[in-house]
């Protein structure tokens, strides 16, 4: 159901400029799909947008994009007569991040303006009806599969009856524990970032065009450095609750916040904006760095930790409670989680591949049951570096997939593919109760979907 869940992705997440190809293309109805029209400019528009943005576009794309269209026509008609209804909250929020990102990018918003030959509010409602248009069709294609589901006779059975060779193979995977701490930081270094934080927050308050030169010069942040510090329009529920309960409070784009600490370091703020429950921001983050000398404690003492594990004078999971600082796996005894792919449901079983480069590089020769040595890796969360022990807590090799193993997997491979036959078989009906009408141009296109050009 995946193929059939993401088709419309080309058409709906393409930010374009609709308007400034349609001034350039001589409008015509190529299709009709029930009461509704499918122009010329709209796919022209999409195509050139997709070109220029270097998407790779598999078939004919003046044959895939018309289709797309209108089969999410198909299930828009059927939204409507179900009355499904969209969190329109959610849709300001996806619709306005889009635009105020594409808004940087460009560099201000007369230039959007200038590139896409309209006004802002007026994209801003387009890409709103996009994003609308995208969770109507989810709904209803949800809508319509939700009561799809494979008993264990028929995982049994669809199973049974394919070769070993047509069984899909399921990597090797391992189930780890994870204890993590800081290195120690030494205060004289803390108030060496504090210091240089109070320096810039002179400079700036002197000067308030000069923040996001520091930011690009000296931010620990490096993503939001390099658009001078500015994080861009955003909610509460984004941010740390120790940086959201500063950032929130300012007004005044002339006066620096006061030096907050949070999980990722120390940081300074520069109001720059606020739009109704959401603000846009500029930050500098500085990270106190532990000495050489500094990560050899911390990895000294978490070696100690791990000879005490050895020896069982303390378990693993007693040692994660007492010591570790890392809060995701801390009160789950350090064992690490993640949502599978395929079931979509909460799991402790990895493939390499999507383990922290680090610990997969340790996990890979260790043995069941074996706890490793102290090792540094940086934590992708907050971007700091931290000292980490493992121990593994199982190993499943490659191997080919079975029901007595593999049941939850496959069942779910299965369920997915029985739905993506019901929407296909919807589809196929919608198009014989629909009345459609293509342009003979486009007739000897090779569709996804046949059905829609009527005998």
Same mark, same amino acid.
């Given at each position: 159901?995946?193929?059939?869940?993401?088709?419309?992705?080309?058409?709906?997440?393409?930010?374009?400029?609709?308007?400034?190809?349609?001034?350039?293309?001589?409008?015509?109805?190529?299709?009709?799909?029930?009461?509704?029209?499918?122009?010329?400019?709209?796919?022209?528009?999409?195509?050139?947008?997709?070109?220029?943005?270097?998407?790779?576009?598999?078939?004919?794309?003046?044959c895939?994009?018309?289709?797309?269209?209108?089969?999410?026509?198909?299930?828009?008609?059927?939204?409507?007569?179900?009355?499904?209804?969209?969190?329109?909250s959610?849709?300001?929020?996806?619709?306005?991040?889009d635009?105020?990102?594409?808004?940087?990018?460009?560099?201000?918003?007369?230039?959007?303006?200038?590139? !896409?030959? #309209?006004? %802002?509010?007026?994209?801003?409602? @387009?890409? &709103?009806?996009? /994003?609308? *248009?995208? +969770?109507?069709?989810?709904?209803m294609?949800?809508? !319509?599969? #939700?009561? %799809?589901?494979?008993t264990?006779? @028929?995982? &049994?059975?669809? /199973?049974? *009856?394919? +070769?070993?060779?047509?069984?899909?193979?399921?990597?090797?995977?391992?189930?780890?524990?994870?204890?993590?701490?800081?290195?120690?930081?030494?205060?004289?270094?803390?108030?060496?970032?504090?210091?240089?934080?109070?320096?810039?927050?002179?400079?700036a308050?002197k000067?308030?065009?000069?923040?996001?030169?520091?930011?690009?010069?000296?931010?620990?942040?490096?993503?939001?450095?390099?658009?001078?510090?500015?994080?861009?329009?955003?909610?509460?529920?984004?941010?740390?609750?120790?940086?959201?309960?500063?950032?929130?409070?300012?007004?005044?784009?002339n006066?620096?916040?006061?030096?907050?600490?949070?999980?990722?370091?120390?940081?300074?703020?520069?109001?720059?904006?606020?739009?109704?429950?959401?603000?846009?921001?500029?930050?500098?983050?500085?990270r106190?760095?532990?000495?050489?000398?500094?990560?050899?404690?911390?990895?000294?003492?978490?070696?100690?930790?791990?000879?005490?594990?050895?020896?069982?004078?303390?378990?693993?999971?007693?040692?994660?409670m007492?010591?570790?600082?890392?809060?995701?796996?801390?009160?789950?005894?350090?064992?690490?989680?993640?949502?599978?792919?395929?079931?979509?449901?909460?799991?402790?079983?990895?493939?390499?591949?999507?383990?922290?480069?680090?610990?997969a590089?340790?996990?890979?020769?260790?043995?069941?049951?074996?706890?490793?040595?102290?090792?540094?890796?940086?934590?992708?969360?907050?971007?700091?570096?931290?000292?980490?022990?493992?121990?593994?807590?199982?190993?499943?090799p490659?191997?080919?997939?079975?029901?007595?193993?593999?049941?939850?997997?496959?069942?779910?491979?299965?369920?997915e593919?029985?739905?993506?036959?019901?929407?296909?078989?919807?589809?196929?009906?919608?198009?014989?109760?629909?009345?459609?009408s293509?342009?003979?141009?486009?007739?000897?296109?090779?569709?996804?979907?046949?059905?829609?050009?009527?005998?």
């Amino acid at each position: 159901m995946r193929r059939v869940f993401l088709i419309f992705t080309a058409v709906l997440f393409l930010l374009n400029g609709f308007s400034q190809n349609k001034n350039n293309v001589i409008d015509e109805v190529i299709w009709i799909v029930g009461d509704e029209a499918i122009l010329k400019s709209d796919v022209e528009a999409i195509v050139q947008d997709a070109a220029m943005r270097r998407i790779p576009i598999e078939g004919d794309p003046y044959c895939l994009f018309p289709e797309q269209i209108a089969v999410e026509k198909l299930f828009l008609h059927q939204a409507a007569i179900d009355s499904i209804e969209v969190n329109e909250s959610v849709v300001i929020e996806m619709a306005d991040r889009d635009i105020d990102a594409y808004v940087a990018n460009v560099g201000s918003v007369a230039k959007a303006e200038e590139y !896409l030959h #309209k006004p %802002i509010a007026q994209l801003k409602e @387009e890409m &709103r009806e996009r /994003y609308r *248009n995208q +969770s109507m069709v989810q709904q209803m294609q949800q809508e !319509l599969v #939700k009561n %799809i589901e494979a008993t264990p006779a @028929e995982v &049994r059975r669809h /199973y049974g *009856n394919i +070769s070993a060779d047509s069984l899909p193979t399921i990597p090797a995977q391992v189930e780890l524990q994870v204890l993590s701490l800081k290195p120690p930081i030494p205060l004289s270094e803390i108030n060496r970032v504090k210091e240089r934080l109070r320096e810039f927050t002179e400079r700036a308050n002197k000067n308030p065009s000069d923040f996001s030169l520091l930011a690009r010069l000296y931010s620990d942040d490096k993503g939001s450095a390099v658009q001078g510090g500015e994080l861009g329009f955003a909610g509460r529920g984004v941010y740390d609750p120790d940086f959201a309960a500063v950032a929130f409070n300012m007004q005044n784009p002339n006066k620096i916040s006061r030096i907050v600490e949070t999980q990722f370091g120390f940081h300074i703020i520069q109001f720059i904006e606020r739009r109704g429950d959401r603000i846009n921001v500029r930050h500098i983050l500085l990270r106190p760095k532990a000495s050489d000398e500094d990560k050899q404690k911390g990895v000294n003492t978490l070696d100690s930790i791990a000879d005490q594990i050895r020896k069982e004078k303390v378990t693993f999971e007693q040692a994660v409670m007492r010591f570790s600082q890392d809060k995701n796996t801390r009160m789950n005894a350090g064992l690490m989680m993640r949502t599978d792919p395929y079931t979509r449901s909460i799991t402790s079983k990895f493939e390499y591949q999507d383990l922290p480069a680090e610990i997969a590089k340790v996990a890979y020769d260790m043995n069941v049951g074996e706890v490793s040595k102290a090792f540094t890796m940086i934590d992708k969360a907050t971007g700091n570096e931290v000292i980490t022990i493992i121990k593994i807590k199982s190993k499943t090799p490659t191997h080919k997939a079975n029901v007595r193993d593999d049941y939850q997997i496959l069942k779910s491979m299965l369920e997915e593919k029985k739905r993506a036959e019901f929407l296909k078989n919807w589809i196929a009906k919608k198009q014989k109760e629909t009345y459609i009408s293509i342009d003979p141009a486009y007739v000897n296109c090779e569709f996804e979907y046949p059905g829609w050009v009527k005998e």
